[in-house]
């Protein structure tokens, strides 16, 4: 029995009671002797019967608490044994101690006792033993794994039916799409009638019974667009299979003189259906912005890109360089003064298309800046012809001072480039309205979303062939120096290899209109010749290069010798020329301590999708990465994205 209930205050009344019975009597004794004896004895029988009953209490309430215990200890023993979730106690060095009769039931064996928890539950190899939870599969039913470490215990739960209500829930959520056939007007061009409406009637059918194939609600729009209605199951399968619609309606139209190619734009998992269709058509916009003949998927937060294998067609009309320049002209006009921005370690092509937004913001008497921090080795020869100039010298400047010019009346114009983490100095875009975009790469994921105009045009070699034909549309009389319109060529030049990739009708036109306004290519020679030292650099990394997939040249510097990013980039230009090779990769460290990786490729192979994967970008033939580490995890890391690439789709067209 507890001792608090032996010592207990409120038991001591017996005692209390004869007390105060025998001082009575002693009182009658002093008075009648006779009546004092007669109450002692009374006394003596109530202190008898006091004390039997006491103890009689005491064996009672024991027995009774005996019974009660046994009682208790039963039903734990029941409750635990019959509890619809798993215990397990497991010690220090996560072995299970103890468990429950339905872990027993749940691992189809007599005793766990002594066994890992990650012998029984191998997910919980790379989970680290913190209060959480962990879901692990086991045969076909799903379980939660609850942690409490500081007691370590471990319960397991079956949330199978919940996973499953889960997962069909997720799988008829609502997906929408939209698919463009993105060249129609170059295609048709020239066609008449009958083989406009023959070519467009085989894509319309393969559209269709691809359609049908994957049960999706098909709705044309217009002569070249459908709305596509399907659930995220649908979706998914549509992923997997990596939009195979793309090459097929590639294939049956490619006796054209150019075939035609689809671009697609998906979503899924938005809250209202309003966002849903919002994010379909960014999505497709995404897609066309990267070039065209790809899909792009936005599923939540995460967006996908399938396809994009084949160069963009070019644009044989004018039409939008001209409504994009009578815009930029307004803005201009509107602007107090006009900030120019590039990427960070700019190439001759973001500084050739900054003094071209330079000389038309002039053009119109506005005062114009570039922003500039630093001479890297790669416009080094150019930023010396510039300096010869001082009109033109005093115009660059440092993210400081331009965020001391900057105004709400100002307008920023960002060129080369259309994402903000790669400039500079992001912080200048920050709560600024009046943005202008100008970019040929192929739109990524991020994007400056509050600009005001957006010019990118991915077939365009170069943004300097971009700035050119805005030139032409902006002011009836545009002349430019020599030094202007050599920048502007440079950019060019150096984005096509000497016109030798990425170029077209109109690379030509702008190269044209650049030379009868005095571009000097003599000056571009000196600008492109390398020294010695560079040429020995060069070669060193050459040397490590070997052939990956057949086509694929991959050079990887020594570690711990630092190359310049133009370096880089000139060894897997250089790496491209060689017999049979596709694309080439060269990794090396650069002077930052940053990992560099310059992807290059004829066409076959959109080395784009390829450094996206590393958290870069770029063009089809034409990509760089920047990652931290070292030179051999970097190219591990390519390595396996290569390999993964091979296996899902091919690397090659």
């Given at each position: 029995m507890p001792k608090f209930l032996v010592t207990r205050w409120h038991g001591m009344h017996h005692i209390a009671a004869v007390a105060v019975m025998l001082i009575l009597s002693a009182t009658l004794a002093w008075f009648q002797w006779l009546i004092?004896?007669?109450?002692?004895?009374?006394?003596?029988?109530?202190?008898?019967?006091?004390?039997?009953?006491?103890?009689?209490?005491?064996?009672?309430?024991?027995?009774?608490?005996?019974?009660?215990?046994?009682?208790?200890?039963?039903?734990?023993?029941?409750?635990?044994?019959?509890?619809?979730?798993?215990?397990?106690?497991?010690?220090?060095?996560?072995?299970?101690?103890?468990?429950?009769?339905?872990i027993t039931a749940l691992m189809e064996r007599e005793s766990v006792i002594g066994v890992p928890l990650t012998e029984l539950f191998p997910t919980l190899q790379h989970a680290k033993d913190r209060e959480g939870t962990v879901e692990a599969t086991i045969g076909s039913n799903m379980y939660q794994l609850i942690f409490r470490p500081k007691e370590r215990i471990l319960y397991v739960k079956n949330i199978t039916e919940l996973w499953?209500?889960?997962?069909?829930?997720?799988?008829?959520?609502?997906?929408?799409?939209?698919?463009?056939?993105?060249?129609?007007?170059?295609?048709?061009?020239?066609?008449?009638?009958?083989?406009?409406?023959?070519?467009?009637?085989?894509?319309?059918?393969?559209?269709?019974?691809?359609?049908?194939?994957?049960?999706?609600?098909?709705?044309?729009?217009?002569?070249?667009?459908?709305?596509?209605?399907?659930?995220?199951?649908?979706?998914?399968?549509?992923?997997?299979?990596?939009?195979?619609?793309?090459?097929?309606?590639?294939?049956?139209?490619?006796?054209?003189?150019?075939?035609?190619?689809?671009?697609?734009?998906?979503?899924?998992?938005?809250?209202?259906?309003?966002?849903?269709?919002?994010?379909?058509?960014?999505?497709?916009?995404?897609?066309?912005?990267?070039?065209?003949?790809?899909?792009?998927?936005?599923?939540?937060?995460?967006?996908?890109?399938?396809?994009?294998?084949?160069?963009?067609?070019?644009?044989?009309?004018?039409?939008?360089?001209?409504?994009?320049?009578?815009?930029?002209?307004?803005?201009?006009?509107?602007?107090h003064n006009v900030v120019i921005m590039g990427h960070k370690m700019p190439d001759m092509d973001a500084i050739g298309a900054a003094i071209g937004v330079l000389k038309a913001a002039q053009l119109f008497g506005k005062e114009a800046y570039i922003v500039l921090e630093g001479v890297n080795p790669s416009i080094e020869?150019?930023?010396?012809?510039?300096?010869?100039?001082?009109?033109?010298?005093?115009?660059?400047?440092?993210?400081?001072?331009?965020?001391?010019?900057?105004?709400?009346?100002?307008?920023?114009?960002?060129?080369?480039?259309h994402k903000a983490s790669m400039l500079k100095e992001p912080k200048l875009l920050q709560g600024r309205e009046r943005i202008v975009v100008i970019d040929h790469h192929r739109r990524g994921e991020e994007f400056i979303s509050n600009a005001i105009l957006v010019y990118m045009e991915p077939y365009a070699s170069s943004t300097c062939e971009l700035v050119t034909e805005l030139l032409q549309y902006i002011h009836d009389r545009v002349a430019l120096d020599v030094r202007e319109a050599t920048s502007l060529l440079a950019g060019i030049t150096v984005d096509t290899k000497s016109f030798t990739l990425r170029t077209g009708a109109r690379t030509f036109e702008a190269a044209s209109f650049l030379r009868r306004n005095g571009a000097d290519s003599t000056l571009?020679?000196?600008?492109?010749?390398?020294?010695?030292?560079?040429?020995v650099s060069k070669s060193e990394i050459i040397k490590h290069a070997h052939v990956l997939h057949d086509h694929v040249a991959l050079a990887v510097a020594e570690s711990g010798k630092k190359n310049s990013q133009l370096l880089i980039a000139q060894s897997a230009d250089t790496l491209l020329n060689m017999t049979d090779i596709k694309a080439s990769f060269v990794v090396s460290e650069r002077p930052d301590g940053l990992i560099g990786i310059s992807a290059r490729s004829l066409g076959a192979m959109n080395v784009q999708v390829v450094m996206e994967r590393m958290g870069g970008g770029g063009h089809l033939t034409n990509a760089a990465s920047q990652l931290e580490g070292t030179v051999d995890e970097v190219a591990d890391k390519l390595k396996a994205i290569l390999k993964q690439m091979e296996s899902e789709e091919g690397l090659f067209e």
């Amino acid at each position: 029995m507890p001792k608090f209930l032996v010592t207990r205050w409120h038991g001591m009344h017996h005692i209390a009671a004869v007390a105060v019975m025998l001082i009575l009597s002693a009182t009658l004794a002093w008075f009648q002797w006779l009546i004092g004896l007669i109450a002692l004895a009374l006394t003596i029988g109530v202190a008898i019967y006091s004390f039997l009953g006491e103890r009689a209490f005491r064996k009672d309430l024991k027995s009774y608490l005996g019974t009660l215990s046994f009682r208790v200890k039963k039903g734990g023993n029941d409750v635990i044994s019959e509890l619809p979730f798993g215990i397990i106690l497991y010690n220090e060095e996560r072995i299970v101690e103890w468990h429950n009769p339905y872990i027993t039931a749940l691992m189809e064996r007599e005793s766990v006792i002594g066994v890992p928890l990650t012998e029984l539950f191998p997910t919980l190899q790379h989970a680290k033993d913190r209060e959480g939870t962990v879901e692990a599969t086991i045969g076909s039913n799903m379980y939660q794994l609850i942690f409490r470490p500081k007691e370590r215990i471990l319960y397991v739960k079956n949330i199978t039916e919940l996973w499953q209500l889960g997962r069909k829930y997720d799988d008829e959520k609502l997906s929408l799409g939209v698919v463009m056939i993105d060249n129609l007007e170059e295609v048709t061009q020239g066609l008449d009638d009958h083989q406009r409406s023959s070519l467009l009637s085989k894509v319309t059918t393969e559209i269709t019974e691809w359609a049908q194939k994957y049960k999706v609600y098909l709705k044309r729009l217009t002569s070249d667009r459908f709305l596509l209605i399907t659930d995220q199951k649908t979706l998914r399968q549509l992923e997997h299979s990596r939009f195979v619609i793309l090459d097929e309606v590639r294939e049956i139209t490619g006796d054209q003189k150019i075939p035609v190619t689809l671009s697609i734009g998906f979503a899924a998992g938005a809250e209202h259906v309003v966002e849903l269709g919002q994010w379909a058509h960014m999505s497709l916009d995404i897609a066309l912005g990267r070039g065209g003949d790809q899909a792009s998927v936005k599923v939540g937060s995460r967006q996908s890109f399938y396809g994009g294998k084949t160069n963009a067609v070019e644009k044989r009309t004018r039409v939008r360089a001209r409504v994009v320049a009578h815009a930029l002209r307004d803005l201009i006009k509107e602007s107090h003064n006009v900030v120019i921005m590039g990427h960070k370690m700019p190439d001759m092509d973001a500084i050739g298309a900054a003094i071209g937004v330079l000389k038309a913001a002039q053009l119109f008497g506005k005062e114009a800046y570039i922003v500039l921090e630093g001479v890297n080795p790669s416009i080094e020869k150019m930023m010396e012809l510039l300096r010869e100039e001082e009109k033109l010298s005093k115009r660059f400047i440092s993210p400081d001072q331009a965020s001391a010019l900057l105004t709400p009346q100002s307008l920023i114009v960002v060129v080369d480039t259309h994402k903000a983490s790669m400039l500079k100095e992001p912080k200048l875009l920050q709560g600024r309205e009046r943005i202008v975009v100008i970019d040929h790469h192929r739109r990524g994921e991020e994007f400056i979303s509050n600009a005001i105009l957006v010019y990118m045009e991915p077939y365009a070699s170069s943004t300097c062939e971009l700035v050119t034909e805005l030139l032409q549309y902006i002011h009836d009389r545009v002349a430019l120096d020599v030094r202007e319109a050599t920048s502007l060529l440079a950019g060019i030049t150096v984005d096509t290899k000497s016109f030798t990739l990425r170029t077209g009708a109109r690379t030509f036109e702008a190269a044209s209109f650049l030379r009868r306004n005095g571009a000097d290519s003599t000056l571009i020679q000196r600008m492109l010749q390398e020294g010695l030292k560079e040429y020995v650099s060069k070669s060193e990394i050459i040397k490590h290069a070997h052939v990956l997939h057949d086509h694929v040249a991959l050079a990887v510097a020594e570690s711990g010798k630092k190359n310049s990013q133009l370096l880089i980039a000139q060894s897997a230009d250089t790496l491209l020329n060689m017999t049979d090779i596709k694309a080439s990769f060269v990794v090396s460290e650069r002077p930052d301590g940053l990992i560099g990786i310059s992807a290059r490729s004829l066409g076959a192979m959109n080395v784009q999708v390829v450094m996206e994967r590393m958290g870069g970008g770029g063009h089809l033939t034409n990509a760089a990465s920047q990652l931290e580490g070292t030179v051999d995890e970097v190219a591990d890391k390519l390595k396996a994205i290569l390999k993964q690439m091979e296996s899902e789709e091919g690397l090659f067209e």
